[in-house]
């Protein structure tokens, strides 16, 4: 089983940058992909971005040119790097894995954007 934790949440201002943080409990080279969905309030959890082990990546189109996903194997950790945010970013956002037909959910972190 594949635990996860995210961290790097919080309040920012419009435009604003945060780095979000999922750490995994095992070697994420032995996961075929990890990535970052999110939920807003009244809404359905959507995706954000997606890696795999190969560093293929993919992003929702409402993210595209401000959101960076990158991932650190030798730390175990998943990033999402977040710039130019606007208040339609406001969301619970929650790391994923993907390994040997499981998909593995973090708890969440919240992130408000708002001035």
Known sequence: QVQL????GGLVQPGGSLRLSC????RIFRIYRMGWYRQAPGKQRE???TITNGATTNY???VKGRFTISR??????VYLQMNSLKPEDTAVYYCNAYKDGILYWGQGTRVTVSS
Do not use: H, Q
Request: aromatic fraction near 0%; charge should be negative; proline fraction near 0%.
């Open 23 to 26: 750490a995994a409990s095992e």
């Open 72 to 77: 650190d194997n030798a730390k175990n950790t």
């Open 5 to 8: 934790v995210e961290s790097g």
């Open 47 to 49: 995706l954000v971005a």
């Open 60 to 62: 929702a189109d409402s």
